[in-house]
């Protein structure tokens, strides 16, 4: 049974007992919207500056790892971590779309951290339909960075 500001609501009426909503629930949600609409504002733009600008200029991609001649277990612990990051990033991205924050920009960060077949092809189609691309420059602009270069 519902307890709490919610426990006579009309709404819980009509609700089996295993969908009621309590009052620690709504708290949690309310709680997770606001930090992770606080976190994209802070760390999406930070994100998206540092993108090089020739980054989306090529058709292929060079490839480009910082860690490429550390140790393989090294290698391997940063590539799983990083793609870690990335799936994180979508799955904040995908509640985004309907909680407060960034979702669309907040997928396509993940995605850039991820790795997998046509992830660059991907990027780039993203990246260059108008509404997207004018966002990343404004933000771009904003930190006195040059525009993506598509």
Do not use: C
């Amino acid at each position: 049974m519902p307890t709490g500001i919610f426990a006579d609501s009309p709404i819980n009426d009509n609700m089996p007992d295993w969908i009621s909503i309590d009052e620690t629930t709504i708290w949690l949600l309310a709680v997770f919207s606001v930090a992770s609409f606080v976190g994209s504002l802070m760390l999406i733009p930070v994100l998206v500056v540092r993108i090089p600008a020739d980054y989306f200029a090529e058709k292929k991609r060079h490839r480009w790892e910082p860690w490429a001649h550390q140790h393989p277990l090294i290698r391997w612990s940063l590539l799983f971590a990083k793609n870690l990051l990335g799936y994180t990033f979508i799955v904040l991205g995908i509640a985004m779309l309907v909680l407060p924050g960034q979702g669309t920009l907040t997928i396509l960060i993940g995605i850039m951290f991820i790795n997998f077949p046509g992830k660059y092809r991907l990027e780039r189609w993203v990246v260059t339909r108008e509404p997207v691309l004018n966002t990343i420059n404004k933000l771009r602009h904003r930190a006195g960075k040059a525009p993506l270069i598509t």
